[in-house]
Each structure stands twice: as structure tokens, then as C-alpha cells.
């Protein structure tokens, strides 16, 4: 039998990515393809791109520049570009630098066996169609090996909201969701695989409305039909935005015991005039009040969001807003980003805010949202929490794990232990992580 051929993935950009890439993998595994962790040995390699920033894709194209001289010493290489570049630029790829083989879009993945045959053939390969089949359906069924206990699983797809900073629209497609059914399929699969805790993921995941026996079903009916998985133990889900929450999404974090205390709710901007010009469709009021509800709902639930500084026509007066907005909140986590122009989005067309004051802001809001993260984080220390471990750390008898809050937490405790749950009692708070201590009784 012939060496296995070796795959290397790199994956920018969000979560949905890294389900992909792993997508990606198991359909390659069909063309006798198994993975290797370095770009230097490998037979394949496919990036897996972000399209997001201006700053993600250029990454791109000095990766390929890079990539592209392992061809001397492997002529047999293929370089292969996926995910959100691949559907946004196609073409102009391979134009930029031939070295590519294959440019293939997120919609499909299912379509890479053979376009992989093609490029053996001598051919360069080229999808970035928006296809009627359901890529999930055509995609390899996924292994059974075993594997660790946190998952990704990609439950819809694509946006319909059109924020005006936002390529997701046009890189994704409109919005799509895969059906219960089949979800809960996978999520078995998952679980029998050692699986403990599950992400769900979309680009709207509150959107979901997946075709059920009978109906449509909204995300909380899913997550608590997947909390009737008995050995699934903790489900977690993001992206959200704000105007698809339900009063049964908000219930489910107080009556939901395996639904994490944790929420990724995007608000962007604290200005109102901003808002509107993102044409995100509610109030800075209006979202305070649904963090208001969820609180309600789950006193201890932890926030996370994203922020843009320097959206076009952002003041000082607006940015003091965005101040104002997360002072109230007070986020646990957050991501923070300088407004950048995506062709072809309706903001990218507006007079541009400067580059220095953008800067100046994105320090003044990214201090504040350390501050509070140190906070919230200190203020663990001495209180009970729940952590699967996930990992085997530096230190002698030594696990690394994820609180119910997503902190990460360094505990001694017996390998035995790994892929479960424990109780375990805060220690002590550094940069990045916590410390604890089992709790046995
Ligand atoms: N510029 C800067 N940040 C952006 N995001 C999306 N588009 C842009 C853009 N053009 C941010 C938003 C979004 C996150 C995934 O990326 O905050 O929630
Ligand atoms: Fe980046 Fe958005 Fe594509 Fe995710 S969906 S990879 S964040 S552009």
C-alpha cells in the first residue's frame, strides 16, 4: 500500500472555520489524505481564509508568497485557498499568485475530492458556486475515532442583516440552517465520540429556524433537546445578534442547567446615530435591556461582545458612547477592532474616520475592556465553578480545562479526570487564566 498522503490546514479567521477545516479534512481523508501538523512535509496544503478585515486576506497573500518555494523541493505540492477569500476574490487568486492550485468557496467543501483528482491531473480547480445540494449531506460522514471533548457544530449559516461594515452577506450567502435532525445526529455522533461539550455555531446562530418533523425548530428548542443527550454535559453557542433573541432563548440560560453561563452578544457601537448607520437596527437602550433580561434570567451570566472604532461619521461624542455602553455593561471578554473598508459594502463608499484617531480610540476602549476582564476574572478567586478538562499542563499531574464561564483554569488533578467535569474552587487569578483547586467532597 502506498505512504498516505499528508494534508496541512492553516485556519484564520472564526469559529465556523475551524469546523470546517475539520470538514475539510475528513472529505480529504476519502482521497487517502491524513494530517500533518507542518507545511514542510506536506503533499497538501490548503489555507482556510478570513476575509473579515483587510488585514486577514493580506495575511493571505503573503502566506502564499511564502508557500509557494516549497514547490521547488516538492514538485508533486498542491497549495489549495478556502473559506471566505476563496469565495470573495475566486479568480484573482490564482491571477495574484499561480502557485494556487485550487480555490475552493465555504459552500463547496463537499466538492474537494474531486477538485483535489483535478489538480493531481495537472489542472488547476476552481468553486466558489452558492450550490442547491446541502454541502453538510455530500460531505464525508465523519469518523468514529475518538477525539477531545470540546466540538465546534455548525448549525446555520450566512446573514441576511447586511450591517454596513459587514462582507459575511456576500462571502457566506444568505441565511441558511441545517435541520434539526440531522444536527442531533451529529451531535450524538459527537458525544459517542468522547465529546462533552459543544459549541454551537453560526454566523446568526439565533436565527436558527432548522426544519423539524414538526416545524421549524428555534435554537433553544434544539439546545434543549440536545441537553437530553445524557452524556453531553455543556452546550454553549455564538454568534448571536441582539435582534433575534426570544424570550425561550433568554429562559433557557436560567432553566437550561447545560447551557454555559456565557454570551457572545455583539452590540459594536454605544452611539445611536452610529447603530443606524451600521444599519444594525436597534438601540444602544434596547440592547442594555436585553442584557438586562438575560441577567435576570442568569445573574452570573458572563457577556462578551464586539466593537468597531471609527465606523465612517464616528465622533468623539459617538466613541464616548461606546465607553459609556460597556462601563454599564461590564464584559468579561471582548473583541475589538478598528473599522476597516471591505469592497463592495455599503460603508466602505463613506467618508473614512483617520487612521491615528481610530488607533487612539481602539487603545482607550481596549484598556477599558482589559480593565474589566482583570476584574471580572479576580473576582473568581474563592468561588465554586464547573471545568472540563481538556488538556494534560506544563507542570507535573497537572490538567488544564474551561470554567462554565470559559476562563481557562490550570487545577492538579489525576489524569483520570480528563474529558470530565469537576467542581472546583478558584484559587488564584493571573493574566490569562486561573488557578483552582479540586473539590472531593
Ligand atoms: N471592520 C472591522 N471589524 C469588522 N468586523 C466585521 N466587519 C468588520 C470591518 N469591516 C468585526 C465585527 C464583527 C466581528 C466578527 O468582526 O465586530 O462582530
Ligand atoms: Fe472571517 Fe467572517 Fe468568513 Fe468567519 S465568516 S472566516 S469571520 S469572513
Excluded at 344 to 362: I, M, N, S, Y
Amino acid at each position: 500500500m502506498s505512504d498516505p498522503k499528508k494534508l496541512f490546514i492553516k485556519t484564520y479567521g472564526c469559529q465556523m472555520n475551524v469546523y470546517d477545516s475539520e470538514r475539510m479534512a475528513e472529505a480529504l481523508g476519502g482521497s487517502g489524505y491524513v494530517q500533518t501538523e507542518t507545511a514542510d512535509d506536506a503533499d497538501m496544503i490548503l489555507l482556510n481564509t478570513c476575509h473579515i478585515r483587510e488585514k486577514a486576506a493580506e495575511k493571505i497573500y503573503s502566506e502564499l508568497g511564502r508557500l509557494k518555494g516549497l514547490k521547488t523541493s516538492n514538485p508533486d505540492l498542491k497549495i489549495g485557498v478556502a473559506g471566505c477569500v476563496a469565495q470573495a476574490e475566486g479568480q484573482e487568486i490564482m491571477r495574484r499568485q499561480p502557485a494556487v492550485d485550487l480555490v475552493v468557496g465555504p459552500q463547496s467543501y463537499h466538492r474537494l475530492p474531486e477538485m483535489e483528482a483535478k489538480t493531481r491531473e495537472g489542472a488547476k480547480a476552481l468553486d466558489t458556486d452558492f450550490p442547491e445540494e446541502d454541502k453538510f449531506e455530500h460531505l464525508a460522514k465523519r469518523p468514529k475515532a475518538s477525539r477531545g471533548p470540546t466540538a465546534f457544530l455548525t448549525v446555520q449559516e450566512g446573514c441576511d442583516k447586511f450591517c454596513a461594515f459587514c462582507v459575511v452577506p456576500y462571502t457566506r450567502g444568505a441565511e441558511v440552517s441545517r435541520p434539526a435532525e440531522r444536527v442531533l445526529t451529529e451531535a450524538r455522533d459527537l458525544v459517542e465520540r468522547g465529546v462533552r461539550e459543544i459549541t454551537l455555531l453560526g454566523q446568526n446562530v439565533n436565527a436558527y429556524h432548522g426544519a423539524g418533523a414538526d416545524g421549524d425548530w428555534t435554537l433553544s428548542k434544539l439546545i434543549r433537546e440536545l441537553a437530553k443527550i445524557e452524556e453531553l454535559k455543556r452546550i454553549r453557542f455564538t454568534t448571536s445578534h441582539p435582534n433575534d433573541m426570544d424570550d425561550d432563548l433568554i429562559a433557557a440560560h436560567g432553566d437550561c442547567e447545560k447551557l454555559m453561563p456565557y454570551l457572545h452578544l455583539p452590540v459594536q457601537s454605544g452611539s445611536d446615530k452610529v447603530l443606524k448607520a451600521m444599519n444594525r437596527k436597534h438601540t444602544a437602550e434596547e440592547y442594555i435591556r436585553l442584557i438586562e433580561r438575560f441577567r435576570e434570567a442568569r445573574p452570573d451570566i458572563l457577556l462578551s461582545g464586539d466593537f468597531i472604532v471609527g465606523f465612517p461619521g464616528e465622533t468623539d461624542q459617538d466613541f464616548e458612547d461606546t465607553l459609556a455602553l460597556v462601563e454599564e455593561v461590564r464584559y468579561g471578554q471582548c473583541y475589538s477592532f478598528k473599522y476597516s473598508t471591505r469592497p463592495g459594502t455599503p460603508a466602505a463608499e463613506r467618508e473614512q474616520v483617520d487612521e491615528d484617531v481610530k488607533g487612539e480610540r481602539l487603545q482607550r476602549l481596549q484598556a477599558l475592556l482589559t480593565r474589566q476582564q482583570v476584574e471580572i476574572q479576580n473576582s473568581m478567586v474563592g468561588r465554586e465553578v464547573g471545568v472540563l478538562f481538556e488538556k494534560q499542563g506544563r507542570l507535573d499531574g497537572q490538567l488544564i480545562g474551561k470554567s462554565d464561564y470559559l476562563h481557562a483554569v490550570h487545577v492538579q488533578a489525576p489524569t483520570a479526570l480528563l474529558g470530565t467535569v469537576a467542581r472546583v474552587r478558584i484559587s488564584a487569578s493571573s493574566t490569562n487564566s486561573l488557578a483552582g483547586d479540586l473539590i472531593t467532597d
